[in-house]
Structures are given as structure tokens and as C-alpha cells.
């Protein structure tokens, strides 16, 4: 069974740095995307960052310059570099992966303080 475990999430100041994990685990032949969303109660959910299997990025124009998202197929990680953090980024992220059926993630807090 394919399951994907995210790990870097935490407490933070504004203008400080996170970074994100998400590996894939289980029989897997191949993933095409992965990325991230985000998600806080009450809010619509909002794609943050997303990578093909070949690098290419797309990313929310609000993380723009300041998040980079990276993959690592040997590993069947996807990472996400998180800078210059501000409140307004404190939400639920979750990871997915096409692999290829849209697989996701438990989701890990993100808290930025002012």
C-alpha cells in the first residue's frame, strides 16, 4: 500500500525558514507530479507549489520567490523550502503524488507568529 509521511512542519517567526518533507513508501513503479497544497479551517484549499517528474515547477504567485519546491526520484521525496515566512502562511500542508492516482499526504501544521 502507497502512503505518503510528511515531516517538517513546526513553529516559527515571521521571516524565519521551514522546510518540508514528503516521502513515498510502498510498491511504486513511477510518480508523475508531486506538490504541495495548503489548507486552514474555514479557507478554501490553495495549491502552493508543484513539480513534475522531468523538474518543472509551477508555483501560487502568493510563494513566489519565497518557497522552492525540489524532488528527489531515487528517494520518491518531494521537498518544499519555505523563506522569509509570514503569518499569513500558517496553514495545514499537504503533500500529494500522481502515482498515478492522486495519493496524499496526513498534512503537517505550519505556524508563523508575528
Known amino acids: 500500500q502507497v502512503q505518503l509521511v510528511e515531516s517538517g512542519g513546526g513553529l516559527v517567526q515571521a521571516g524565519g525558514s521551514l522546510r518540508l518533507s514528503c516521502a513515498a513508501s510502498?510498491?511504486?513503479?513511477?510518480?508523475?507530479?508531486m506538490g504541495w497544497y495548503r489548507q486552514a479551517p474555514g479557507k478554501q484549499r490553495e495549491l502552493v507549489a508543484e513539480?513534475?517528474?522531468?523538474?518543472?515547477?509551477n508555483y501560487a504567485d502568493s510563494v513566489k520567490g519565497r518557497f522552492t519546491i525540489s524532488r528527489d526520484n531515487a528517494k520518491n521525496t518531494v521537498y518544499l523550502q519555505m523563506n522569509s515566512l509570514k503569518p499569513e502562511d500558517t496553514d495545514v500542508y499537504v503533500c500529494?503524488?500522481?502515482?498515478?492516482?492522486?495519493?496524499w499526504g496526513q498534512g503537517t501544521q505550519v505556524t508563523v507568529s508575528s
Open positions: 500529494y503524488a500522481d502515482i498515478p492516482v492522486r495519493r
Open positions: 513539480i513534475t517528474r522531468r523538474g518543472s515547477t
Open positions: 510502498g510498491i511504486i513503479f513511477g510518480i508523475d507530479a
